[in-house]
């Protein structure tokens, strides 16, 4: 492939970060869990686990090397209520999930801000170094943005005895992300991502019916979001490349959201980043037209290959796909990657661990084909 593993991020062929946990590691949790093991037996069983998930991103190909998310339970409440101020309470705010076939599902968790938001302690940063002892490749770590925690419920979700100015949250979540990105940048990281679920979500009606229901305007939201996560890493240094990940939602192959990004583009590109992972695996992403928006000096990662269907992407659809949208975003600044990640969850996507190889496999295969 023509770009080096030296290169700055994100990468021709790229991922965005969780894979299926192993048996091992679900069995050690549900331990865990009933106390039959203690967190050191845990972690010894996420270590290792890991270790095999380095290996398996590393014999594919891939220049980016995650851990997996394997010490997570989901995407973002574990990374979220690391911080004071932040818990996943027994509140019910229903999000329904929907699949191919029309099926559907309702989860009812919600995150609430319940004082004062400050990091009072690292909250992942030893999941980082870990990482980075395990390869010697680029390390990633994929971090939630803190959108979504307010778009699923708006202001509502803020204790207003806390917060009666929300200016004032959103200063005490910008300073806690930044006192935990600085510590992984001295630590070691050059490759962060943002995972973020609000932009792709406000593009459905039915998304923006409900943030209108919680007292918002789905129409400004965009903006403000975008520019909250600039404010996240306003202080970075220039060692440290930023993308942005934008999802529909992805829970047991299944997804909470459909609609192109015609109505989000302009807050997306907004943001000061290196590279946008912008979901493109079915019809529900609309089409390539929005990319017209894209800075001419940023990247455009393809999520080409979905993590939710086992059947794999064949070579000639994927370089067809990368042709239409190079009608909008010249060839030179356009990478691959799946969609989502294979597991948001620690239930994972209904896929085996050996089509997620061969997904990652083809990403690579295709990228070296078109850029190399």
């Given at each position: 492939m ?15 970060g969780s ?102 302690r690292?909250v ?6 870990f ?11 994929c ?29 005490d ?12 940048e ?12 609000s ?28 520019e ?26 299944m ?10 583009a ?13 979901e ?6 609309g ?5 017209r ?10 999520g080409?290959?979905s ?26 600044n356009?990478?691959?990657?799946p969609?989502c ?19 990652l ?12």
């Amino acid at each position: 492939m023509s770009q080096s593993k030296n290169a700055r991020p994100p990468f021709r062929a790229d991922h965005v970060g969780s894979l299926l946990r192993p048996k091992a590691v679900h069995e050690a949790r549900r331990k865990f869990a009933a106390g039959q093991i203690d967190r050191a037996q845990l972690a010894a069983v996420e270590d290792k686990a890991i270790g095999e998930a380095v290996r398996l991103q590393e014999s594919v190909g891939l220049h980016s090397v995650t851990d997996g998310e394997f010490r997570r339970a989901m995407w973002h409440t574990d990374f979220l209520t690391g911080f004071d101020g932040i818990e996943l309470t027994g509140a019910n705010y229903a999000v329904t999930f929907k699949d191919r076939k029309g099926e559907q599902r309702s989860t009812g968790s919600m995150i609430e801000v319940t004082g004062k938001v400050s990091r009072s302690r690292p909250v992942m940063l030893d999941h980082f170094k870990f990482l980075q002892s395990a390869t010697s490749r680029t390390a990633k770590f994929c971090m939630p943005a803190p959108t979504y925690l307010h778009m699923r419920g708006g202001r509502k979700i803020v204790d207003k005895k806390a917060y009666p100015d929300m200016d004032e949250f959103w200063a005490d979540v910008t300073a806690a992300y930044r006192a935990e990105i600085a510590d992984l940048e001295a630590a070691g990281c050059r490759y962060l991502q943002f995972d973020d679920v609000s932009f792709a979500c406000l593009c459905d009606p039915q998304v923006q019916e409900r943030v209108r229901a919680d007292g918002e305007d789905p129409a400004r939201l965009p903006h403000l979001y975008a520019e909250i996560i600039n404010g996240l890493f306003a202080t970075r240094s220039e060692n440290l490349a930023v993308t942005v990940h934008t999802c529909r939602g992805n829970y047991q192959s299944m997804w909470m959201a459909s609609g192109g990004y015609d109505a989000v583009a302009e807050a997306i590109f907004s943001m000061k980043v290196d590279g946008f992972f912008l979901e493109y695996d079915d019809e529900r992403a609309g089409g390539f037209e929005p990319l017209r928006l894209a800075p001419k000096d940023k990247k455009v990662v393809l999520g080409l290959v979905s993590t939710k269907v086992p059947q794999v992407e064949t070579k000639d659809e994927l370089k067809r796909r990368i042709d239409e949208a190079a009608k909008f975003v010249p060839l030179e600044n356009l990478c691959l990657s799946p969609q989502c990640g294979f597991a948001s969850t620690e239930h994972g996507n209904l896929i085996t661990p050996e089509i997620q190889r061969q997904k990652l496999e083809r990403v690579v295969e295709v990228a070296a084909e078109v850029w190399g």
